[in-house]
């Protein structure tokens, strides 16, 4: 239990993978991501900006590109969404690599954002031959395992945390038998789950989500690396007590 507490095989992607992810999204410096590269994590999610992680990440694994997962994705804004094609294209070229694992529509706050025509953008990527999956974000867990059912998705980023547990009703028990990945994000509430009247450490946050074997990877954004290594350092105390 302890070794797939923290590594395991991504579900349909299969790459042995560290659960817990990193973001650079709180620009931790470039020396946590050498950190986290030294401490065997090798799940990077990153946005354009990410400059901390997209100008260490190139040529630190280059050499073994297909033992890391890279997942990146475009944006859907209020005034509008990211080109999806021209989105992925920009981040091959920042992580000078032939494809990136999962390819993400970010952003999906309601249903209606998914439109048809951003079906078929994300499927056109899907058969680029550039990814290895697609994905959305969201909130909305019912819809995101309606479209991990019907084969839209290959993976869903979903909030899980202690404060919202639904997606242990909603979500978990409804995966299907493709075994599609599920990355579990803001484990600590946006950092409500740190202060009064909860008082709960960031490291008990991630080891919440990650003590449920239907989670592949929960994302940490460490604001320094002595966030990361106080979190590290708790995550790897293994499963919480039921």
Same mark, same amino acid.
């Given at each position: 239990?302890?070794?797939? #507490?923290?590594?395991?095989?991504?579900?349909?992607?299969?790459?042995?993978?560290? @659960?817990?992810?990193?973001?650079?999204?709180?620009?931790?410096?470039?020396? +946590?991501?050498?950190?986290?590269?030294?401490?065997?994590?090798?799940?990077? #999610?990153?946005?354009?900006?990410?400059?901390?992680?997209?100008?260490?990440?190139?040529?630190?694994?280059?050499?073994?590109?297909?033992?890391?997962?890279?997942?990146?994705?475009? %944006?859907? %804004?209020?005034?509008?969404?990211?080109?999806?094609?021209?989105?992925?294209?920009?981040?091959?070229?920042?992580?000078? +690599?032939?494809?990136?694992?999962?390819?993400? #529509?970010?952003?999906?706050?309601?249903?209606?954002?998914?439109?048809?025509?951003?079906?078929?953008?994300?499927?056109?990527? @899907?058969?680029?031959?550039?990814?290895?999956?697609?994905?959305?974000?969201?909130?909305? @867990?019912?819809?995101?395992?309606?479209?991990?059912?019907?084969?839209?998705?290959?993976?869903?980023?979903?909030?899980?945390?202690?404060?919202?547990? $639904?997606?242990?009703?909603?979500?978990?028990?409804?995966?299907?038998?493709? $075994?599609?990945?599920?990355?579990?994000? +803001?484990?600590?509430?946006? +950092?409500?789950?740190?202060?009064?009247?909860? $008082?709960?450490?960031?490291?008990?946050? %991630?080891? #919440?989500?990650?003590?449920?074997?239907?989670?592949?990877?929960?994302?940490?954004?460490?604001?320094?690396?002595?966030?990361?290594?106080?979190?590290?350092?708790?995550?790897?105390?293994?499963?919480? $007590?039921?």
């Amino acid at each position: 239990m302890q070794e797939q #507490f923290l590594r395991a095989p991504l579900a349909k992607l299969g790459t042995p993978t560290c @659960r817990i992810g990193l973001s650079a999204s709180y620009r931790p410096g470039r020396e +946590t991501v050498i950190r986290a590269l030294d401490e065997g994590l090798n799940y990077y #999610f990153f946005f354009g900006f990410d400059t901390h992680m997209t100008k260490v990440l190139p040529d630190a694994i280059r050499s073994r590109r297909e033992q890391f997962v890279l997942a990146t994705g475009a %944006y859907n %804004y209020i005034w509008g969404y990211q080109n999806l094609s021209r989105t992925l294209e920009s981040r091959l070229r920042q992580m000078k +690599t032939d494809y990136i694992d999962l390819f993400h #529509f970010l952003g999906v706050t309601r249903r209606k954002h998914f439109t048809q025509k951003v079906r078929d953008e994300l499927q056109a990527v @899907r058969e680029s031959g550039l990814v290895r999956g697609v994905s959305i974000s969201t909130h909305d @867990r019912p819809f995101a395992a309606s479209l991990l059912r019907d084969g839209t998705l290959d993976a869903a980023m979903v909030r899980y945390n202690a404060a919202h547990r $639904n997606a242990e009703t909603e979500i978990f028990p409804h995966l299907p038998p493709s $075994n599609p990945v599920v990355i579990g994000f +803001t484990a600590t509430c946006w +950092t409500k789950l740190l202060r009064p009247p909860y $008082n709960l450490s960031a490291g008990t946050c %991630y080891r #919440f989500v990650l003590s449920d074997p239907a989670v592949n990877v929960c994302l940490m954004a460490p604001r320094s690396r002595k966030e990361f290594d106080e979190n590290l350092a708790e995550i790897r105390k293994g499963p919480l $007590n039921p």
